[in-house]
């Protein structure tokens, strides 16, 4: 309930405030409106390089498809595993 009040305070002297300082709120926002408009661009750029930096590294990325030799000796070796450990529980019951 608070906070609701207080919003309501502040959206009247905001609305007091730019009526009565109309010029220099003009004045105000025709400064703020070009640096928001670098800023926002300058990120912009930012954000697209990185993106074009990550297509980048994808293409230069080695394909990990080409190796299913190693695919098969490793799921070979899992099974190998599990198997012994099926037999180390035997023993142990």
Do not use: N, R
């Not at 230069?60 to 799921?75: C, I, M, R, V």
């Amino acid at each position: 309930m608070k906070t609701l009040i207080g919003g309501a305070v502040a959206a009247v002297l905001g609305l007091i405030g730019i009526t009565a300082w109309w010029k220099p709120f003009l004045q105000l926002l025709a400064g703020a409106i070009p640096v928001i408009l670098l800023l926002g661009g300058a990120l912009a750029i930012y954000l697209g390089f990185d993106e074009l930096k990550d297509t980048w590294k994808k293409d230069d990325a080695p394909d990990l498809t080409s190796g299913s030799d190693d695919t098969e000796q490793y799921k070979q070796e899992v099974d190998d595993l599990k198997k012994e450990i099926e037999t180390l529980k035997a023993e142990k019951s």
